[in-house]
């Protein structure tokens, strides 16, 4: 029997102690253990980015990291953007963009397009695109996602723009 290992991971701002395997990956730990279910399982080999999470700010596959690797990291999983009756800005984009259809790799797409909007909050489209080429959707065209990703960054540098007025 492989011996479980105590860590403390931190998710959406929540210390969670949790009993664990060294070799149990860091998206099975934040499904089966943390209770966040939000974060889809799609190939489980790194491929298809369904598994999409932030740490420390970087989109993550969480397929591809073990939970033990993860102690002492913020973890911010699509259950920290917002709600369905409550949506960030990002994810009305989705919604009026039609970012989305069967939706099952749109957490993932919501989870690598925040941690890049942070990082580069007045993107091209190109870099857009090339952002979300590391994703795969099977359904929308991807045409949809970089709309809403586009739209969302122009909403907020006008929204910034509009707090730097203020405060002046
Ligand atoms: S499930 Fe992690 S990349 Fe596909
Ligand atoms: S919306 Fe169906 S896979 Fe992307």
Same mark, same amino acid.
């Given at each position: 029997? !492989?011996?479980?290992?105590?860590?403390? +991971?931190?998710?959406?701002?929540? &210390? $969670?102690?949790? @009993?664990?395997?060294?070799?149990? #990956?860091?998206?099975?730990?934040?499904?089966?253990?943390?209770?966040?279910?939000?974060?889809?399982?799609?190939?489980?080999?790194?491929?298809?980015?369904?598994?999409?999470?932030?740490?420390?700010?970087?989109?993550?596959?969480?397929?591809?990291?073990?939970?033990?690797?993860?102690?002492?990291?913020?973890?911010?999983?699509?259950?920290?953007?917002? !709600?369905?009756?409550?949506?960030?800005? +990002?994810?009305?984009?989705?919604? &009026? $963009?039609?970012? @989305?259809?069967?939706?099952?790799? #749109?957490?993932?797409?919501?989870?690598?397009?925040?941690?890049?909007?942070?990082?580069?909050?007045?993107?091209?489209?190109?870099?857009?695109?090339?952002?979300?080429?590391?994703?795969?959707?099977?359904?929308?065209?991807?045409?949809?996602?970089?709309?809403?990703?586009?739209?969302?960054?122009?909403?907020?540098?006008?929204?910034?723009?509009?707090?730097?007025?203020?405060?002046?």
């Amino acid at each position: 029997m !492989t011996d479980k290992q105590l860590i403390v +991971l931190t998710v959406n701002g929540e &210390e $969670h102690e949790l @009993l664990v395997e060294p070799r149990w #990956t860091l998206l099975d730990v934040l499904r089966h253990h943390v209770g966040l279910t939000g974060t889809h399982v799609g190939c489980e080999h790194g491929v298809c980015g369904a598994c999409t999470i932030l740490v420390d700010g970087e989109p993550v596959r969480a397929c591809l990291m073990y939970a033990v690797q993860a102690e002492g990291c913020a973890i911010r999983t699509v259950e920290d953007l917002g !709600t369905p009756e409550e949506p960030n800005d +990002l994810q009305q984009a989705f919604s &009026e $963009h039609h970012g @989305l259809q069967c939706g099952f790799c #749109t957490p993932g797409f919501l989870m690598l397009a925040e941690g890049f909007l942070a990082q580069e909050p007045s993107p091209t489209r190109e870099q857009i695109r090339e952002t979300v080429s590391s994703n795969l959707c099977r359904c929308t065209g991807y045409q949809t996602i970089v709309d809403a990703i586009e739209a969302t960054a122009a909403q907020r540098s006008t929204e910034s723009g509009r707090k730097e007025d203020a405060v002046r």
